[in-house]
């Protein structure tokens, strides 16, 4: 089983890239808002991907709400308050709270004065987090997180998912050359998930056939855990890991879901980097896995039909998870002759994503590669698509410049302390 003090080299230490999105556990909050546009940013994290598993409910009357509550109901694991008080008189409403929560319970305060000395004085005294209206989804998500998700909690690998715009756009191709070319690149485990049970091609793709896969994770249910992870995950090459399709019809295989979500959460735990190559259909889980990923590649070729079903999937991507990173654009056989085709650039800013690489037709390479089951970088090492994949890769992994999400960052009270005592 693969970990995360494997091989590395100085370019590739934990810090260069960001590790994938940390589930926040199974909690119970509960928020008291006094205006409606804090609860507003309190019910929109509720659909973030990170909060899947947080029960969360918002109620009206602030912190005096709260205390009247908490007289006769047990306390959750975390409340959100908001107050509208003054800096004097907030840590004394904030008391009778703790007369009425449980030792354990987590407060987040969220009020309307921006004040360091108040900050202070709140953590002191036990708050958890003070956050200052107006303030967004991401960072009130990133404040829970911190608490229950925190720095301290082992690394979890980052999810990549490869899916294709149209049928045959080469969506299993590009993540496996680019599966590839970051395990030689950054000298770290790879695990290849094959989601097409049907029809998957990740075992012919590295000249593998093992006896048990991806169907096997899936349908051992509760059953499933890291050793089992372990003894069925095939080695297709050095820092290379595949859970194959069966890819045999003696079934129908109508999944729920979240049939994949329990394999890919447990991949995270193990290995430092997880392509999941997606087919090509709609159904609940895909749609479910493409919002639960790190990371989404929508493989397309430069054709109008691609177009259109490539701005169809970024549009409910963006919109399943506004908080997170863009999907990135792949143009795949580009430069067939005599095929009209719409310019990589133009393609990505009709659907609005970052173009992260341009794969040029050849169907010499692509089809010894693929006979032979292996790689470009196999085939031709010297070949000037390995630095396409290279680059593809070292983008969808964040390890370099052009794979920022490009929203603004924002400054939380304890970053800005950091910056102070840089700076003195």
């Known amino acids: 089983m693969s970990d995360f003090d494997g091989e590395t080299t100085p370019m590739t230490s934990q810090t260069d890239a960001p590790s994938g999105a940390r589930l926040i556990p199974r909690i119970t909050i509960q928020a008291f808002c006094e205006h409606s546009q804090t609860a507003q940013v309190i019910e929109s994290a509720a659909h973030d991907r990170r909060m899947s598993k947080v029960a969360l409910t918002t ?38 709270l703790a007369e009425v929560c449980d030792a354990s319970t987590r407060v987040i305060v ?31 998500i990133s404040a829970i997180s911190d608490l229950f998700a925190g720095d301290d909690a082992a690394p979890i690998g ?18 496996h050359n680019t599966a590839w070319a970051m395990a030689r690149q950054f000298r770290q485990d790879v695990l290849i998930l094959d989601l097409d049970l049907a029809f998957g091609t990740a075992a ?59 394999i890919i959460e447990l991949s995270q735990k193990h290995v430092p980097m997880v392509v999941i190559d997606i087919p090509h259909m709609w159904t609940d889980w895909v749609r479910h896995t493409l919002s639960a990923v790190d990371e989404v590649v929508i493989v397309a070729e430069p054709d109008l039909a691609n177009l259109r079903n490539a701005k169809n999937i970024v549009d409910t991507i963006k919109a399943a998870r506004p908080a997170e990173t863009d999907p990135v654009l792949v143009i795949n056989k580009a430069g067939i002759a005599k ?83 840089r700076a003195s």
């Open 339 to 421: 095929r009209p085709e719409i310019p990589a650039a133009e393609f990505a800013s009709s659907i609005e994503c970052r173009l992260a690489g341009e794969v040029a037709f050849d169907p010499g390479l692509f089809g010894t590669a693929a006979n032979n089951g292996q790689m470009i970088a196999e085939v031709s090492a010297s070949h000037k698509l390995n630095d396409v994949f290279k680059a593809i890769s070292q983008q969808v992994t964040g390890r370099s410049q052009g794979a920022q999400s490009g929203k603004p960052g924002v400054l939380r009270l304890p970053d800005l302390f950091k910056k102070l005592k």
């Open 204 to 262: 012919l793709d590295f000249n593998q056939d093992p006896p048990q896969g991806i169907a096997d994770a899936v349908y051992a249910n509760d059953k499933m855990d890291a050793v089992m992870l372990d003894r069925l995950m095939s080695k297709a090459a050095n820092h290379i890991n595949l859970l194959a399709a069966p890819a045999v019809l003696d079934r129908t295989y109508d999944l729920s879901e979240r049939s994949f979500e329990q």
């Open 59 to 96: 109620h009206n009357g602030g912190l005096d709400g709260a205390v009247e509550t908490y007289k006769t109901n047990p306390t959750p694991n975390l409340v959100i308050v908001e107050t509208s008080l003054e800096a004097g008189a907030i840590l004394n409403a904030l008391s009778r």
């Open 158 to 175: 980052r999810t990549i998912g490869f899916f294709s715009a149209k049928g045959g756009a080469g969506a299993s191709t590009v993540a």
């Open 110 to 140: 969220i009020g309307h004065v921006n004040d360091v000395v108040l900050y202070r004085e709140l953590i002191r005294a036990g708050v958890s987090e003070y956050l200052v209206m107006p303030t967004t989804t991401p960072v009130l």
